[in-house]
């Protein structure tokens, strides 16, 4: 970048920060980037940017499909910036994060999403700053990760949750802190990939037959069976805690089973954010009670990216051992083990 502005590519996909109002509805991609950049004052000064435009689109709408036309048009792109922004709706940002940083690894610069609670036309518009400070990490930050950067935050896209529909704290990073914060300037904390001469990585499939289903006081073994029996390849069972299910009586035994039977890979997720002695009781609670089971315990693993893990998983091999070693295995840090020395892993 020495001698030069520092190159920028903005690939707009939809959602509020490309909105225009139309008959009290949204309508995306009438805001298309480049007009967005118009309303961030001196912004093409500081940087090179360019803006495309590849889906417009409300991220409720988005299927893994979209996930790996952006992942081959980021990839074919990165050798000629020193940054990439992607901006989106927010409803499902942290999804498309996450299969990013899953498709392209051993990044060299980093990959920035953005998108806004307000449309650009209002005049409290959050798409004005968060365009600005994406970019600004984009082009600066000693950071070569795909990461969430969202009302002032740095988060890691593989650790982040939505967490709020309209507030424009609308993500929080969970199972460790946020890799840093901009404001004046750009703050990184803690352990992160920093900007490099490596070669990345692309993976261009997924397996789109993974499903979630969520437990609660009632839950009948039979809605796996069903899962299977529709067609999926991979179920997350979100439970409640630290990952508990219900197995008294319920037919989840026998459900696991039969899925295993039918090589239809299980993970276990957790309802809520494990805290900070989770490591020390994990195998007691949970490890115990899965015992026998062809379960996966994903540990302090969001549900959500435990849901595009396995779909990145599945995608590679289907063998029982492999997935499980696989989804156990922290490959772009979405995932933190039990201490071997204070915790036993099954």
């Known amino acids: 970048m020495k001698g030069r502005k520092p ?3 903005v690939i707009g996909m939809g959602g509020a920060i490309s909105a225009k109002p139309v008959n009290g509805k949204w309508k995306y991609g009438e ?8 309303i961030i004052p001196g912004i093409r000064e500081k940087y090179d940017i360019k803006a495309t435009n590849i889906f ?3 991220s409720s709408d988005m299927k ?3 996930w790996l036309t952006l ?5 074919h792109n990165m050798k000629d910036y020193d940054g990439i922004v992607v901006t989106m709706g927010t409803d499902t940002m942290h999804y498309a994060g996450t299969a990013i940083a899953f498709l392209i690894q051993n990044n060299n610069i980093p990959i920035v999403f953005t998108g806004s609670q307000v449309d650009p036309t209002q005049p409290n518009t959050d798409a004005r700053w968060n365009l600005r400070e994406a970019i600004t990490v984009a082009a600066e930050a000693d950071l070569a990760e795909t990461v969430t950067v969202f009302n002032g935050c740095i988060l890691r896209a593989t ?3 939505k967490i709020n529909a309209s507030d424009f704290t609308a993500f929080k990073s969970f199972g460790e802190q946020p890799l840093g914060k901009i404001q004046q300037f750009i703050s990184l904390a803690g ?3 920093k900007r490099s001469n490596s070669k990345p990585a692309l993976y261009n499939k997924l ?3 993974v499903a979630i289903l969520k437990v609660y006081p009632g839950f009948d073994g039979k809605r796996v069976t069903r899962m299977v029996d529709y067609g999926m390849r991979g179920i997350i069972i979100e439970g409640y805690g630290l990952g508990n299910i219900p197995l008294l009586g319920n037919g989840m035994a026998e459900a696991i089973k039969y899925a295993n039977k039918k090589n239809v890979a299980i993970a276990i997720t957790s309802d809520c954010a494990l805290g900070s002695g989770w490591k020390y009781i994990y195998e007691a609670e949970i490890g115990a009670r899965l015992k026998g089971m062809k379960a996966i315990p994903v540990y302090d693993m969001l549900t959500e990216t435990a849901y595009v893990k396995l779909m990145w998983v599945l995608a590679q091999t289907t063998k029982y051992a492999e997935v499980k070693k696989m989804m156990q295995k922290s490959y772009v840090g979405e995932i933190d083990l039990p201490d071997k020395k204070t915790a036993k892993i099954r």
């Open 71 to 75: 992942a081959n048009t980021i990839y």
């Open 207 to 209: 397996e789109p037959r």
């Open 159 to 161: 650790r982040t949750k």
């Open 31 to 38: 805001f298309p980037q480049e007009e967005v950049l118009k």
């Open 7 to 9: 190159r920028v590519l």
């Open 56 to 58: 417009r689109m409300d």
């Open 191 to 193: 352990k992160y990939r």
């Open 64 to 66: 893994p499909g979209h």
